[in-house]
């Protein structure tokens, strides 16, 4: 049974940093595309970083791209969000995914951890 479980969130305040970490169980991931998306209270769930194990390639979303970046450790199946200089705005629950298809579509992705929650304060 596939589990991921995220860690590193907390209540932070604007400018600060933070490192979100994923552990994934259950099968190996090294070839799958593990992505963080993001759920900030009133809004739809929004993509925020993915990395695809096709070419090693990775995608951030342009609403944190310069501020964010995203790595894997594929021998600890964990991935993990590195997030500087905080916005406000960047308050939400974080979730970390799993699927077989490189993509920034939630649907693509089968398997989410519970979301860890990041609040940044003003």
């Known amino acids: 049974q596939v589990q991921l479980v995220e860690s590193g969130g907390g209540l932070v305040q604007a400018g600060d940093s933070l490192r979100l970490s994923c552990a994934a169980s259950?099968?190996?991931?090294?070839?799958?595309?593990m992505g963080w998306f993001r759920r900030a209270p009133g809004k739809e769930r929004e993509f925020v970083a993915a990395?695809?194990?096709?070419?090693?390639?990775?995608y951030i979303a342009d609403s944190v791209k310069g501020r964010f970046t995203i790595s894997r450790d594929n021998a600890k199946n964990t991935v993990y969000l590195q997030m500087n200089s905080l916005k406000p705005e960047d308050t939400a629950v974080y979730y970390c995914?799993?699927?077989?298809?490189?993509?920034?579509?939630?649907?693509?992705?089968?398997?989410w951890g519970q979301g860890t929650q990041v609040t940044v304060s003003s």
């Open positions: 990395s695809f194990w096709t070419g090693g390639s990775t």
């Open positions: 259950g099968r190996t991931f090294s070839t799958d595309s």
């Open positions: 995914a799993v699927g077989r298809i490189a993509s920034i579509i939630s649907g693509a992705y089968d398997h």
